[in-house]
């Protein structure tokens, strides 16, 4: 039997927790999300490929997208869909890209949050058109060294369930209050907090499951923001994989499911913020 966003009773029922966190599995079993986490690593892709940064699948019938100053913008993620299995609300082929302005590359403030697409642009391809169909000269594009990810990555998908994330403004809802009103739960007096932030802060880059935010959720105290309910994609600072975003930041785009399942990308909240 499945449940929603296609888990399995069987996956809930074995669902993996601390020790420590036992006697809240009850708690925690509603609140499971599927997740498809990502791997990158350095290599050179095809056009069609699953990325980081490097180019992008470009129609010759397209334009490469602008920013609100005219410039060309530069393709953060490409995810071809055919290549995986992720999360029953999103698609299972097409080609979704997100692009992003040199303009969001050197953040001057702590939290960036963005609803309309000027400075990033969010493209679904439901169907690939041949290699002869499309632009494979991006001569045009400036080196940009300010750029979050370093250099072209290709990305694996590895099938993820988690539970709410220790920032995420649901959180609470799980638990029926805040984490901090919990007090010392094991013998090294570590509190519930403690534990959960430990080990689900959800940091990782990764489509669908539970965001990370370094300060709070801003969808909390705003019921339109909360129809934004979907992890579209998320990207964290990560000097191993070459990925920085200002000071040690993470980049977070969301979508309404119900819109995503309908595959309308014109909707999507941009979110991006550093220490």
């Not at 397209?62 to 290549?83: C, R, T, V």
């Not at 649901?170 to 090294?188: A, H, M, T």
């Not at 990782?204 to 105290?221: A, Q, S, V, W």
């Amino acid at each position: 039997m499945l449940y929603g966003g296609g888990i399995n009773l069987k996956t809930l029922e074995n669902f993996d927790l601390p020790q420590q966190l036992e006697g809240f599995r009850e708690n925690l079993i509603p609140s499971l999300k599927p997740s498809s986490l990502i791997i990158p690593y350095n290599t050179t892709t095809s056009l069609t490929a699953s990325k980081f940064a490097g180019y992008p699948y470009l129609p010759k019938n397209q334009l490469h997208p602008k920013d609100s100053d005219g410039n060309y913008m530069y393709l953060l993620a490409q995810i071809n869909f055919s290549e995986s299995t992720f999360p029953a609300t999103f698609p299972n082929q097409g080609l979704l890209q997100i692009f992003i302005s040199k303009n969001l590359c050197t953040p001057e403030h702590q939290v960036v949050e963005l609803l309309w697409q000027q400075d990033y642009k969010i493209r679904y391809y439901p169907t690939l058109l041949p290699e002869s169909d499309l632009i494979h000269d991006f001569s045009y594009l400036e080196t940009l060294n300010t750029f979050p990810i370093e250099n072209e990555k290709g990305i694996l998908f590895i099938p993820n369930v988690e539970p709410v994330s220790a920032t995420d403004y649901r959180v609470e809802r799980y638990f029926k209050k805040p984490l901090s009103q919990y007090g010392i739960i094991n013998d090294d007096e570590r509190t519930l907090e403690d534990i959960y932030f430990e080990r689900y802060l959800g940091a990782d880059h990764k489509i669908g499951g539970y965001p990370y935010f370094i300060e709070y959720d801003l969808r909390e105290n705003s019921e339109f923001l909360q129809s934004y309910d979907t992890l579209l994609l998320q990207i964290v600072t990560n000097d191993e994989h070459g990925i920085n975003y200002g000071d040690t930041g993470v980049l977070k785009f969301f979508i309404n499911q119900e819109k995503l399942m309908n595959l309308d990308f014109s909707n999507v909240y941009f979110h991006a913020e550093q220490y």
